[in-house]
């Protein structure tokens, strides 16, 4: 378990205005309470991506990484996937123009798109450099956990 992904995770909860946090994914489970002295559990078994990477690599000072599963950069095409369950929009609001189009030229870091979740805003960004061959998602539409949001052409 990477506990700096912990510590992330229980800071966004502590300073929002939610008092309880439950996420299960993959036969794993995470509770956090405020305002109590509720343990957090965490299995030893638990995976390393509870928070959007974007965001984490976002506030690192390394260098940005290429994504774990690379076997796509291989055929010029790389999905980004959404790393949370929640509603997917295209703009930071709807009077705004969209984060990105088909057709645009992007790089490591660029905001793709917001996930709302639990209302949390969360930004998702690109961490490959390419063009935005495809949108899958509509704006507000429900998406899960691994669903592709978009299709980049990596140069």
């Known amino acids: 378990m990477d506990l700096v992904l912990l510590k992330k995770l229980m800071k966004m909860v ?21 305002g109590q002295n509720a343990p957090v559990y965490a299995p030893p078994q638990i995976h390393s991506q509870i928070i959007p990477q974007q965001i984490i690599t976002r506030e690192s000072s390394a260098e940005p990484q290429l994504p774990d599963d690379t076997s796509d950069l ?38 793709l ?23 899958f998602v509509e704006n507000g539409s429900a998406v899960e956990y691994g669903q592709p949001l978009f299709l980049i052409k990596v140069d």
């Open 14 to 34: 502590d300073e929002s205005t939610i008092n309880d946090f439950e996420l299960e994914t993959e036969g794993i489970k995470i509770k956090l309470s405020k």
């Open 113 to 135: 798109c917001i996930i709302e979740a639990m209302k949390l805003m969360n930004e998702i960004e690109s961490d490959v450099n390419g063009t935005v061959a495809k949108v």
């Open 74 to 111: 291989d055929s010029g095409l790389y999905e980004i996937k959404s790393p949370i369950v929640g509603t997917f929009y295209k703009a930071p609001s709807p009077d705004s123009l969209p984060f990105v189009e088909v057709g645009e030229k992007i790089s490591v870091g660029t905001t």
